[in-house]
């Protein structure tokens, strides 16, 4: 494309991913999916039935594009391309949502102990009827973990509101033994990928 866009919508509560994208110095203003009556599109989190992790986590990236769109069409604000995301945590095909307390966040914990599990994250790019959408895929092991140290971590607060009960880029970091694929993408946003995407519509980083 050859029209340029000093700056994009990122249409995301992250604070993570607001973080990343100045990280790569991506200017960016939040655009906010509040309830609109007048919205008519909305976006269903619940996975379909034998709907894998990896469809899962495209489709809602690409269905919160659309509601994005949507949202910038009806509130008349400036034509720019929009950047959503979204992250899943998977241990054996089994998506692991955030936890609802602390006693969901120590079980979550425990089922993470000593194995490896699959962060899974999804980004896309929209503007007008052009969208795009890459899916990145992160293997992670995580060191066994015992009573004690899990009941030090949700003491931290950082469990709390994060997909598998864990943030990587705070105290967690120290519980993994081996990381395969984008740290950027287990922390919510995979840069690389980013950067491709964002070229394709005319924004280039430093």
């Not at 809602?60 to 594009?65: G, H, N, P, T, Y």
């Not at 490896?116 to 790019?125: D, F, G, Q, R, Y």
């Not at 992670?140 to 598998?164: C, M, N, P, T, V």
């Amino acid at each position: 494309m050859s029209h340029t866009h000093p700056r994009i919508y990122l249409a995301s509560q992250s604070p993570r991913r607001r973080e990343l994208l100045k990280q790569i110095g991506v200017g960016f203003d939040l655009l906010l999916l509040r309830n609109d009556p007048r919205r008519q599109i909305d976006v269903d989190e619940l996975p379909l039935a034998q709907e894998s992790p990896a469809v899962y986590v495209e489709r809602v990236c690409r269905e919160k594009a659309q509601a994005a769109l949507e949202a910038l069409r009806l509130r008349a604000l400036r034509p720019a391309p929009i950047l959503t995301a979204d992250t899943v945590v998977v241990l054996e095909q089994q998506i692991i949502g955030k936890p609802e307390d602390n006693a969901h966040a120590a079980e979550i914990l425990r089922q993470l102990s000593g194995r490896s599990h699959e962060v899974i994250t999804a980004v896309a790019v929209a503007l007008g009827e052009h969208t795009e959408c890459r899916v990145v895929s992160t293997r992670i092991r995580f060191a066994a973990l015992d009573e004690a140290r899990i009941r030090r971590y949700l003491a931290s607060g950082e469990a709390h509101g994060k997909a598998g009960a864990y943030g990587i880029q705070g105290q967690a970091a120290a519980f993994v033994e081996h990381l395969e694929g984008s740290y950027s993408g287990v922390v919510g946003l995979p840069l690389h990928e980013t950067v491709e995407l964002l070229k394709s519509f005319g924004i280039t980083t430093p």
